[in-house]
């Protein structure tokens, strides 16, 4: 197809269009590495971003270690049961096959992770430049590759040290969009068909193996392909291509789900890999062959009719296949995840309006400078830009794209970077459009260019500020920025302290063996605390959708009242040890026992008798030195990790309703001290009991200074305590002292 009148070529022919392409990269590497020393604080560490990040990199690792093995179950989620994972494994597959050719160390690998997402991010410039070259020329095709590497939109997720899927889900977007605008453009012959047939599947398929919501996209992306190709052009051909591509992605899906058995969503889930993909691609592959016969034996050059044809088929084949109750429901529930329906879209930032206010959500102008207030109008942009020299095919699948992603946009932050792919072509052919309007009214066609740049640096602003500011502060200045960590780090660094005060467990790479026991921890926490601890958790950033029995009770034991319930819980969930963060559980109001527990430090406090059954092991360090000594008192600590414990019961025989005290101090490693106080009163037998959760032999960071003082109002004694009696909960008698009053050891345990 010929260029028509927006298609002229850049001044300078190909050479500048490769040297625009490399600065473009070159921009789009730089911005995502902008917080290089965050990422890589010194020569022997990597600081993953927080969340699904780091489940993307403990899956990876695993895959890195047992090269090519695939962990499709995982025994440290959904902790004591585990869970199969639920994301498709291709994305995670190849880090760490790329990985490995790198090297074979653990630090080798989280290198090159954390390289992974800018490197992918800014190879989507190149089917971005594409959809935008054959919309309006290749000026159109390097401004939308600059606007992609320079929004937030997509660069807040695919900076470095941050392995998660969404750049790889952005550049298979891209190359599928890419892909759909070429065919609407060609004429091919057989030759190049079937090649575009082996290209367009292997996007498809990569597509479904990477990401768990690329039903969005098959349904997007498949389903405008189809109409384009059946209602607004009649391409018998198109179709074919579009069915036989289709059953050979149905075949290769169904046979990763029959290897690796149903989902946690079930057989049919619309939020996981599943069979619901494969037969929505044997649908349409149906649906797209029965359309290439009609139209070849029964041509119909009526628009109007060719949509009742469509909509008729589609009918015929939609219709049967929800009379199954295994398929409705699970439509239902991925229409109620994208209308926020759910438990966890209450909590959860990425499933936000990008309008809306959340804290720590980024502003709309921030990921989308100005641009932003152009997200509503942005399929008006579309429809403005018709020109009569664009197949009507390629117009509707942009302005398709461009609407759905916008809608979802606005209703879900977490649909930004999607739209950006779409949306940088369509801003950049808009900026095209106003530089052709105003080249009339200026005297020098480049003056008109020079304006639309400025025009577009002006609608940057936010963006452009924002990069300036993260340069400043994280490139400058060392990543503990003012004397502060980011939290990011402060998660890193208590993760590895975890790691290396308590028992290693079993399974993290060894898909055979099973983990002893499990850290309980806030949910948002799951993903980062599991990757540095190394440790099972019964709750993660997946929310209620891997467990939600074991996310309701994980995130119950920081609302509960009593310190039973909280055993109750932490002893059904296999958890040994226990993660306390200052705000408690985000989007909930902490309990009466958090309070003690983390606040108090499980001591006594006014009302409420000393926790039996919880002690301090070891908390967070200081970020930094403080203004003055009563700013580090005031301070909050972050993050501070319990031990659950059956206790030890000492027993000493007084008169009867007379007091039983036992107090020590605790020391933590921060050098805090601790005073626990355990009370109880005799029985009308004269015999008390308290049960303490300390030892007095302890080597954890949190340890005491010395024995237990214990006794009644008139008489003092010490008595140290074994770490064995502690966890076993033993019975310690303590003998009562001698007339001269000197102190006695406990006897033996009953």
Known sequence: MKPTSEQTPVAGGRGWIIAGLLL???LSLGIRSLQLKLAFPDEETVRFAPHDA??????????FVNFPAVLTFDSYIAYPDGAPVPIPPLYDW?????????????????????????????????????????LGGSGVGLGAAFLFAILPASSNRSGIGNPDHHAAVALLAACWLASLVAEAFSDRERRRRWLHIGLHGAVMAAMMLVWSGSLLYLILGEGVRLLASAVVGRHPDRLRDQSVSALLVAGLVGSWVALTGNPLGGPFSTTELSWMHSVVLVALALLAALLAVLETFKPEPIAWRRVLRVAGLGLLIVVPLL??????????????????????????????????????????????????????????????????????????????????????????????????????AVFAWSLAGMKRWLAPWLPRAGLATALVIGIGVVLLWPPLRFHARVLVRFWKLPSTVAGQITSSERVRRFGEEIQRVTPETSGFLDSEALPEYGLLVPPSLGHSLLYYARRPVPANNFGPYLDIDKYHQASEFYQVASEAEAVAIAAKLGARYVVTQVQGVSGKRPGAF???????????????????????????????????ASM?????????????????????????????????QITSPRGRVIRYRAVSRADSSGMARVRVPYSTDDVAPARATGPYAIGF???????????????????????????????????LAE
């Open 54 to 63: 780091s489940y993307h990199a403990r899956r990876a690792l695993y895959s």
């Open 24 to 26: 473009a990269f070159a």
């Open 632 to 664: 580090r008192r005031r301070r909050p600590i972050h993050f501070k990790l319990f031990e659950r414990v059956e206790g030890a019961v000492l027993e000493a025989q007084g008169e009867p309703g007379e007091l039983l005290v036992a107090k020590v």
């Open 713 to 747: 109002s008139g008489a003092r004694w010490q008595v140290p305590v074994s770490d064995a009696s502690v966890r076993e909960g033993a019975v310690l008698r303590i003998a009562p002292p001698d007339a001269a009053g000197s102190r006695s050891l406990p006897g």
């Open 594 to 628: 958090f309070r003690q527990l983390h606040l108090g430090d499980a001591a006594a406090t006014s009302g409420r008798s000393a926790l039996q059954h919880f002690r301090l092991i070891t908390e967070a360090e200081d970020d930094g030195p403080p203004a003055s």
């Open 323 to 424: 009379s199954f109750e295994a398929l409705r429901e699970p439509l239902a529930s991925g229409t109620g995840f994208l209308a926020k329906e759910d438990v966890w879209a209450a909590l959860n930032t990425e499933q936000q309006p990008i309008f809306s206010s959340s804290p720590g959500k980024l502003p709309a102008t921030l990921l989308f400078g100005w641009f932003a207030f152009l997200l509503p109008l942005a399929p008006l942009l579309v429809a403005l830009r018709w020109r009569g020299g664009h197949p009507p095919e390629a117009l509707v699948i942009v302005f398709t794209w461009t609407t759905l992603l916008a809608l979802l946009t606005l209703g879900q932050v977490r649909y930004a970077m999607d739209f950006a792919v779409v949306g940088s």
């Open 94 to 134: 190849l880090l760490a096959g790329v990985a490995r050719i790198f090297g074979q160390t653990t630090l080798t690998f989280e290198r090159v992770a954390a390289w992974a997402s800018p490197l992918l991010s800014a190879l989507t410039l190149l089917p971005i430049f594409a959809v935008g070259r054959r």
